[in-house]
């Protein structure tokens, strides 16, 4: 069954880091483009970022600039994002998706809380 579980969620201090990671169950990412969203209580999912098929080229929202930093690892069919100097706006379910021209992928997501 084609899947993407997201994993490395939890609990942090403000100022302090994660690291997220999503994996790929019956496909292959290389081809895809890969992205993060988060979603925080009562707000519409958002886009936090990017990462080109191969790699080479990302993207992330304003609001985690210099912050948050989306990688990925195809041999291993891997996707992160490292989140560091975390502050409490940054608590959301965060999501990975994948997506290849009509098909897209979307994970359970996994929670991010931040306290102050």
């Known amino acids: 069954q084609v899947q993407l579980d997201e994993s490395g969620g939890g609990l942090v201090q403000t100022g302090g880091s994660l690291r997220l990671s999503c994996a790929a169950s019956?496909?292959?990412?290389?081809?895809?483009?890969m992205s993060w969203y988060r979603q925080a209580p009562g707000k519409e999912r958002e886009l936090v970022a990017t990462?080109?098929?191969?790699?080479?080229?990302?993207n992330v929202a304003d609001s985690v600039k210099d912050r948050f930093t989306i990688s990925r690892d195809n041999p291993k069919n891997m996707v992160y994002l490292q989140m560091n100097s975390l502050k409490p706006e940054d608590t959301a379910v965060y999501y990975c998706k994948a997506a290849w021209g009509f098909q897209v992928y979307w994970g359970q997501g996994t929670q991010v809380t931040v306290s102050s």
């Open positions: 990462i080109s098929s191969s790699g080479t080229s990302t």
């Open positions: 019956e496909f292959t990412l290389s081809r895809y483009v």
